[in-house]
């Protein structure tokens, strides 16, 4: 009997069980995290002031990272397997590990880390109950690879919603004000409006196909795409054209009186209601709204660290389903939604850039130009070359150790000064601690795009793959809309850097353990990415198999 169990659980385990085991560890050690919690928790009231191990908080973030580290390690034993023999497909084809699934799984895990780390020592995290938090951020990480993993809409709307609900937790666990913030309520209502908008755009492509796997909406798609080529074609005079004609009357007769966008129609109009709902479930809330000001808020009322999350680890699990879908159901009708998409992503470019003109709190600077930054990823899709899918990739990559650095040092800073949040604050920062005026100067320069930087060869690529596809007007306006996004990062780093020393805060910053490893990790690759970029576009081109 138990050389039966034994031999089923083998085969699970190197079938199903194999496609989905990276997920499973996250959710295995969220559990025990949240155990451990508890447990601690209760040891800690019947022997107060007698663990100083407990007090100190540090088992929870250490299960958590152990969960990223096994489900990293998974990852990388499946890449290799995948190398040898394929992609492996489970669950009846409606999850896929591939090289796609790999890169930017191995991004959410690193980003999930990073804020671990930043989480361990941060003072505008509640200190009651910390393993409630670190076991979200674990669901949050497996949702998300969930969602590249997913290749069925159904499975792909569950593991969205899984996201959403980790992500409004995350922003309405109260921190140290014991408050739930208005931000995360936003959140809630703006997500629940995102996937009113998915579904009604994934019932018309289950309509138009009759099924949900990605493969075969694609091909109902592209056979509409057909018949409107043909439409077009018995359009012309010629001998083509009358071909056309006569094929369209003996196969499909009520096409002859269409317009040739009309197969098109119904496929643009889910593409629309997908995007957008997409946009308003992951990449723009709960950050959109102003100030409250009747009810005095000056910041979002989330921690740093989740900021930091929500902005850029839910930012890059929105473009990475969204590049799967464009490039898989909606890939032969390119030649029709790039116009939606550069429409989209100028705008989001355009957005971005003006609100931080007159903005002086730092996290909203930051969180308004990640808009921005995400915007510029999806102009390659405009181009969808090899070289632009090498840029999107890239530019991900390194933006994420980037903006990481970012938050690390304004986190550091908050703590010195519970009233930090403005530019203001950051004055004198040369004075009180030049190694951490250094490294902000270095990051900012990255997000500005100055070479020799990371984010210089990311903007670079893609202004580069916009030209080689013709899109050289869309291309310029990479380059001219990069002088306002330089003017509100560089405004950064000129108060860091010369202004003059602040009268409310003058301690040194000082750096704990973790916040230097995170540092050391996001200076190496914001130089190294840029001074030998070659590692790191090699990474690059994996995720789409080059």
Not at 64 to 82: D, P, V, Y
Not at 151 to 164: E, G, N, R
Not at 184 to 204: H, I, T
Not at 453 to 469: D, M, Q
């Amino acid at each position: 009997m138990l050389n039966h169990i034994l031999s089923a659980f083998r085969t699970y385990m190197h079938g199903d069980g194999a496609v989905l085991l990276p997920e499973m560890q996250l959710f295995l050690f969220a559990i025990g995290t949240l155990a451990m919690d508890s447990w601690a928790a209760n040891t800690s009231s019947e022997k107060l002031g007698t663990n100083s191990v407990f007090q100190q908080n540090y088992w929870n973030p250490a299960i958590a990272l152990a969960g990223t580290a096994f489900s990293a390690l998974t990852l990388w034993m499946l890449r290799a397997r995948i190398m040898q023999s394929g992609d492996l497909a489970g669950f009846h084809l409606t999850l896929v590990v591939d090289s796609y699934f790999v890169f930017f799984s191995a991004l959410f895990l690193a980003a999930t880390a990073l804020v671990i780390l930043l989480s361990v020592n941060c003072s505008t995290i509640s200190p009651v109950r910390q393993g409630r938090y670190f076991a979200l951020l674990l669901f949050a990480c497996m949702s998300m690879m969930l969602m590249v993993s997913a290749v069925d809409l159904v499975v792909i709307f569950l593991a969205m919603q899984a996201a959403a609900i980790s992500a409004y937790f995350l922003a309405a666990r109260p921190g140290v004000s014991n408050r739930t913030p208005s931000a995360a309520v936003r959140f809630l209502f703006s997500s629940a409006l995102g996937s009113g908008l998915v579904v009604y755009g994934f019932s018309l492509l289950y309509g138009l196909s009759g099924d949900t796997n990605i493969s075969q909406v694609a091909r109902a798609l592209g056979g509409r795409h057909n018949v409107a080529k043909v439409i077009a074609l018995s359009r012309q005079s010629g001998q083509q054209g009358l071909q056309m004609f006569q094929l369209l009357q003996s196969r499909l007769p009520e096409a002859v009186h269409w317009h040739a966008f009309t197969p098109e129609a119904l496929p643009i109009a889910a593409f629309m209601l997908v995007s957008v709902g997409m946009i308003l479930k992951f990449a723009v809330p709960p950050f959109q709204t102003e100030f409250n000001h009747a009810n005095g808020e000056t910041d979002f009322g989330i921690p740093g660290p989740v900021i930091l999350y929500l902005s850029g680890a839910f930012g890059f699990a929105a473009v990475a389903l969204l590049l799967r879908l464009l490039f898989t159901i909606f890939a032969d009708s390119q030649n029709i939604w790039w116009y939606i998409v550069a429409g989209m992503a100028i705008a989001g470019i355009s957005y971005g850039v003006l609100a931080t003109l007159r903005q002086t709190n730092l996290e909203r600077i930051i969180v308004y130009l990640s808009i921005a930054q995400m915007s510029y990823v999806l102009l390659g899709v405009v181009a969808a070359n090899e070289g632009a899918a090498t840029a999107m990739t890239y530019y991900l990559l390194t933006y994420l150790f980037t903006v990481t650095g970012v938050f690390g040092i304004l986190i550091a800073v908050r703590d010195k000064n519970t009233s930090a949040g403005a530019l203001n604050d950051l004055s004198g920062l040369r004075q009180r601690s030049p190694v951490t005026a250094l490294l902000l100067v270095v990051f900012v320069l990255s997000l500005t795009g100055v070479p020799p930087t990371a984010g210089f060869f990311g903007r670079y690529f893609i202004f580069h793959s916009l030209l080689e596809t013709g899109h050289r007007y869309i291309a310029w306006f990479v380059v001219v809309s990069s002088l306002p996004l330089a003017y509100s990062y560089l405004r950064i780093a000129v108060y860091a850097w010369r202004g003059n020393k602040s009268e409310t805060e003058s301690a040194a910053v000082a750096f704990g353990v973790f916040e230097a490893i995170v540092l050391g990790i996001c200076v190496f690759v914001s130089l190294a990415a840029g001074l030998y970029s070659e590692p790191f576009t090699r990474m690059a081109r994996y995720a789409f198999g080059q």
